[in-house]
């Protein structure tokens, strides 16, 4: 379609953003997600793209996609390469208790995703009412009901979380490939190639051979096919793993499978193994309130969603039970922090690992590329002027004169606008210099990542990012803001009235510091 620049706007920060189709792309627990949704105010043709609308928001939005689309994407968005490690998390909670963690962790951040959809609409209502443009963004809700130290708030753990989520990405990969690299009974290819080698070194020449190079690409078009890719991939590991784990190792059936099951024990032993270990990474799943706006704004009717939310947790967090529960009946006290561990390095099997590996290897630039934007809108000095602009976006026609109207004011005077000149020779000003502060931006935020995947398995960085970034953002947030509207006199809360908004939010802060506090002492604090 045409190239159409909108004027954005994120925590002051003035910038350009050239729209343009795609599809909506997520392999695994949470990421970037990018929706392809139609412009009303021209040609059919003009894109206004959402892919960064945790951060910033577009001016017209008019969703394509059904309820049946978004319900897929939600369920891809939870389930991934966290499922995997689903397993250790009802060995330390038990069967009974881990199910009843999944359970209430998916009700709760159902209930706080239809808040927040509520809120949105309220406030891009009364926006709208007011001649300002809507909300379409979690970062533009928060500034607009509880201001601007909470929309400061969003935007860190947004990106947070998706530097969280690359780190453990980075994990997954470097304990997958050490299984195979360490096993001397096995003659896969990673062990003859590279034997013996800990997941330490896997992770540091993946993140400097591959992650660095792969993060300093601007288009993401050739990643398309991960998708795809990532739906095999996981449903093939799943199924590959309750396949072997029934019929090989231990095997016996499904009838013994089941007997084992009733053998494990059915509640935790403590506190700190209820949080310390594993409710930080039931929320790493479902969790996804940061991606909420994203996937409403690509639907083409947003009333939905309500239904597209209960069918996707649900639905999810069924199948995750039965698999969570059939994998600690077979491996018992040794199951692995990812179970993928406890399986053998056959021919099939080291395919399988190596697949997954390869998925998420081309996931991880696109997750990374949200924090990456973020960090560019905030780092980039206004030096660059519009090299900054026209770069970061891959603009490819610009008029020789573009004014951005400042949605902010809608006073007539000169301080409205702000008239960018933008002539043929733009991209011969510092080119040099713009690449070097990305890459410098690319390889400090991949250093990083690298950094968070040290502080111990994937389980650990799992529930670390899950239970604090992304608690914060379900359990905390969504509360507050549907509190500060109804005491505005603008909406009606539920039978629970304040009370229930406030032990809700209760509920969130003791997550967060329950899991921060037992993850600390028991995982990185010798």
């Known amino acids: 379609g045409k190239s159409l620049v909108r004027r954005k706007k994120a925590l002051g920060i003035n910038i350009v953003q050239l729209s343009e189709r795609e599809r909506l792309i997520n392999n695994s627990s949470p990421t970037l997600l990018s929706a392809s949704i139609s412009n009303n105010e021209g040609d059919d043709e003009d894109q206004c793209s959402i892919g960064t609308n945790t951060v910033s928001g577009c001016e017209t939005i008019t969703g394509t996609e059904s309820s ?11 389930c991934g390469a966290g499922s995997f490690a689903l397993p250790h998390v ?30 949105k609409l309220i406030v891009s209502n009364s926006n709208i009412a007011k001649g300002e443009p809507p909300c379409t963004s979690y970062v533009q809700l928060a500034g607009s009901t509880l201001g601007s130290t909470f929309s400061k708030l969003v935007f860190s753990l947004t990106l947070s979380a998706s530097l969280g989520v690359c780190s453990s990405y980075i994990v997954f990969i470097g304990q997958t490939l050490e299984s195979l690299s360490i096993d001397p009974t096995s003659t896969n290819i990673v062990r003859q190639i590279f034997p013996d080698l800990s997941a330490f070194y896997w992770e540091a020449w993946v993140s400097a051979i591959f992650l660095f190079p792969l993060c300093l690409m601007r288009s993401y078009k050739i990643f398309a096919f991960t998708s795809a890719l990532g739906v095999v991939a996981v449903l093939g590991g799943i199924i590959v793993t309750l396949a072997n784990g029934i019929f090989q190792d231990p095997g016996g059936g499904i009838t013994v499978a089941l007997q084992h099951v009733a053998q494990q024990k059915m509640f935790p032993t403590s506190l700190a193994a209820a949080f310390g270990g594993s409710f930080g990474t039931v929320a790493f799943l479902f969790c996804v309130n940061f991606l909420t706006f994203p996937i409403m704004n690509s639907m083409t009717d947003q009333k939905q969603f309500g239904g597209a939310v209960t069918n996707a947790v649900f639905g999810t967090a069924f199948f995750n039970i039965i698999f ?9 006290d040794q199951t692995q922090d990812l179970v993928l561990g406890n399986l053998g390095n056959g021919p099939y099997l080291s395919a399988l690992k190596l697949l997954l590996c390869i998925d998420l290897l081309f996931t991880f630039p696109i997750v990374f590329s949200s924090g990456r934007q973020i960090a560019e809108n905030a780092l980039i000095p206004t030096d660059f002027g519009s090299n900054k602009i026209v770069n970061m976006l891959d603009v490819v026609e610009l008029t020789p004169l573009t004014t951005f109207d ?10 409205d606008q702000q008239t960018f000149k933008m002539n043929q020779n733009l ?12 890459g410098a931006i690319a390889a400090g935020g991949v250093l990083i990542c690298f950094s968070l995947a040290q502080i111990g398995g994937f389980g650990t960085v799992a529930n670390l990012v899950g239970g604090v970034a992304q608690g914060t953002l379900a359990f905390i947030i969504p509360p507050l803001v549907a509190v500060t509207l109804a005491r505005r006199g603008e909406s009606v809360l539920d039978r629970g009235g304040e009370p229930g908004q406030l032990i809700l939010g209760l509920f969130g802060v003791c997550v967060v510091a329950l899991t921060s506090y037992f993850t600390i002492i028991g995982n990185i604090i010798p």
């Open 68 to 78: 049946l689309s978004a319900t897929t994407n939600l369920a891809k968005c939870i």
């Open 90 to 119: 009802f060995l330390e909670q038990g069967i009974i208790g881990g199910t009843i963690a999944l359970i209430t962790c998916g009700a709760l951040a159902t209930y706080t995703m239809k808040s927040m959809v509520n809120s």
């Open 324 to 332: 969570a529960a059939l994998c600690v009946g077979f491996y018992g």
């Open 406 to 415: 400042d949605e902010d004011n809608n006073n007539d005077n000169d301080n």
């Open 427 to 438: 991209s011969e000003q510092s080119p040099l210099l713009l690449s070097v502060a990305r």
